[in-house]
């Protein structure tokens, strides 16, 4: 079990930058950890997929959607990961969410997508860009 923790979320003009994090604790040293970020733009609204890190070697996946504006990283004790926005647009106002789920590399760095398989969510923190 592994519990999330959102922040960062803020208010932005477009074309700014934020920087999310998502704090993890628990099972965070098992070998197929993958963290993925999701956004959320309305209640009841389809969760989207942004990008995933396996947290073992710091492999990456992303979205087509935000390939080259977001980055996922992750600090080195691999209990934290990040969210870099950059070049936010108003299309970008949402609940941003991490969630944990256990992946080879290869499946973690292509499952960009909520998938049953990221069983632990965080709460969320809200993001909201202005024209």
């Known amino acids: 079990q592994v519990r999330l923790a959102e922040s960062g979320g803020d208010s932005v003009q477009a074309g700014g930058s934020l920087r999310l994090t998502c704090k993890t604790s628990?099972?965070?040293?098992?070998?197929?950890?993958?963290i993925g970020w999701f956004r959320q733009a309305r209640p009841g609204t389809e969760r989207e997929g942004l990008g995933?890190?396996?947290?073992?070697?710091?492999?990456?996946g992303y979205a087509d959607s935000v390939k080259g504006r977001f980055t996922v990283s992750q600090d080195n004790a691999k209990t934290t990961v990040y969210l870099q926005m950059d070049s936010l647009e108003d299309e970008d106002t949402a609940m941003y969410y991490c969630a944990r789920g256990l992946f080879t590399r290869a499946a973690c760095v292509t499952s960009v997508y909520p998938s049953p398989g990221f069983s632990n969510w965080g709460w969320g923190t809200q993001v909201t860009v202005s024209k």
């Open positions: 995933t890190i396996w947290t073992t070697d710091g492999s990456t």
């Open positions: 628990g099972d965070t040293a098992n070998p197929n950890n993958c």
